[in-house]
């Protein structure tokens, strides 16, 4: 509780959100890091999860390599860059390590949602006259969707979570509030530091969440759907409700 306490006091401290070193600069640096990795591992995993799926070549090796990542630690790769002739580079130790870190589960799920999309309505659009690419952009992609969109949120939960280690390789972030706490000894500072990026994280998750329910192609369809299900479901509970009722 003492740690709670001092973290609360520490975040409600206006000096410490103020300066390059207060906690806007610090989240401002989280965020566009973030992004950028974000967008990059969209831009290699994607295309090629999109195209392995519809061809239905290759997507299997591809996911098992891709998904050997998982099992390396994301600092090690860090340090190892950082150390490495790209340690002078800045900021690209830290968004090569993090975008190797969230190609697995983009690149996994987009497969998944291509390959396991409705075969009959596949087929059904093959049969009209569909290209390949018309095929997959109209059909394939919308069905492919919550998958797609599942894979998304889990890769920028990892990314924003992840982030954090940047400070560990000097780079800017969350993370440095978090270091800077351990240097001076100061618990909590550090435990500040890590509900500010536990919270980032979450808020994250929300955006994405909603940002899927808004952008779904098929969530039309899907309402639909269940309110048929929904119909049917009442119309055969008054049926048995009836059938019951003439055997009284």
């Known amino acids: 509780m003492d740690a709670l306490t001092g973290a609360w006091q520490w975040l409600t401290t206006a000096a410490n959100w103020a300066g390059e070193k207060g906690v806007w600069h610090r989240l401002t640096e989280h965020v566009q890091i973030s992004a950028v990795c974000l967008v990059l591992s969209c831009l290699v995993a994607l295309p090629l999860a999109l195209w392995l799926g519809h061809i239905g070549k290759g997507g299997a090796l591809a996911v098992n390599i891709s998904n050997v990542g998982r099992a390396v630690p994301t600092f090690a790769v860090l340090v190892l860059l950082t150390i490495g002739p790209l340690g002078s580079q800045g900021e690209w130790p830290t968004v090569i390590a993090l975008v190797l870190f969230a190609i697995p589960p983009l690149l996994t799920n987009a497969y998944l949602g291509i ?126 409700a009836a059938a019951i009722g003439s055997t009284a």
């Open 115 to 240: 390959r396991e999309a409705d075969r009959d309505a596949v087929e059904a659009a093959r049969g009209m006259g569909m290209s390949g690419p018309q095929l997959l952009l109209r059909v394939e992609l919308p069905l492919a969707y919550p998958l797609l969109m599942t894979g998304l949120r889990s890769a920028a939960v990892q990314i924003v979570a992840t982030a954090t280690l940047a400070a560990m390789a000097g780079g800017g972030g969350l993370g440095r509030v978090i270091t800077a706490g351990f240097g001076n000894y100061d618990t909590a500072q550090v435990v500040a530091g890590a509900v500010l990026v536990a919270v980032l994280a979450l808020l994250v998750e929300g955006a994405l969440v909603l940002v899927d329910r808004l952008c779904d192609p098929m969530r039309g369809r899907r309402r639909a759907a269940r309110g048929g299900q929904a119909r049917a479901g009442g119309g055969a509970r008054d049926d048995d």
